[in-house]
């Protein structure tokens, strides 16, 4: 039996529900529990409640919204930039555990890969999206990224290498979108890749897809402006 009493006690709780009601259902009996606690002790109780579930909801079904009546390569390039834009990349060592998380990166806008690549699948299977998330190795550090079914083919899509996304001047540039493994494999390693999905197609690959691939027998110039003027 505890006889001892507070002045002041600040309990900071995280609501993990997505509907209204089962938020406020629980607010009422932990409202309780706090109110019995106090009048036993003496003192007060601060309640500090965050709807994380309910709020990364919201989220998910924002980037959904935005998206009804699209083709699923459509879907899938607008889900994917509206992401990199709204979350800020940081580097691993400077963020605690929550940005690694698809809650941290939804509702505080900041990530690093394996938060962002939660987020990315969450938001494609809301949207009707297969995806997975595939772990490896860029540049000889842990790395996550998404693989994801477009059409029945399976395509790598890299939303935060660094040759993704440019934070210092809000720039996406897709050259890591929609990657076979080979290609993927230029920059990254996978771990366990017997069981990694086969990539055989390129047709969505984002340069071949919008004709910004510039061969040797193409004019240059020519291409240069048409991939301009689009």
Request: with cysteine; hydrophobic share 35%; aromatic share 10%.
């Amino acid at each position: 039996e505890i006889k001892s009493s507070i002045e002041t006690a600040t309990v900071e709780l995280l609501l993990r529900s997505f509907t209204i009601e089962e938020i406020e259902e629980e607010k009422e009996i932990i409202t309780s529990i706090a109110n019995e606690v106090s009048n036993e002790f003496g003192g007060t109780v601060d309640i500090c409640f965050k709807q994380q579930y309910l709020n990364m909801k919201e989220k998910i079904n924002e980037y959904v919204s935005e998206v009804e009546g699209l083709t699923e390569y459509e879907k899938e390039i607008k889900i994917h930039d509206k992401l990199a834009y709204s979350v800020t990349y940081s580097d691993l060592d400077e963020l605690p555990r929550k940005y690694h998380t698809a809650e941290g990166t939804l509702i505080e806008n900041i990530g690093v890969c394996d938060g962002f690549t939660k987020a990315l699948q969450l938001i494609y299977d809301k949207a009707g999206i297969e995806s997975i998330i595939v772990l490896g190795t860029l540049d000889g550090n842990p790395h996550a990224w998404n693989l994801v079914k477009i059409e029945d083919n399976w395509y790598n899509v890299d939303i935060t290498s660094s040759r993704s996304i440019l934070s210092e001047t809000g720039v996406i540039n897709h050259a890591y979108f929609n990657l076979t493994n080979q290609k993927m494999k230029r920059i990254a390693t996978f771990d366990n890749e017997e069981l990694i999905p086969k990539t055989d197609s390129t047709k969505y690959d984002f340069y071949e897809y919008n004709n910004y691939i510039i061969n040797a027998e193409q004019d240059i110039t020519q291409q240069m402006r048409s991939i301009h003027s689009s």
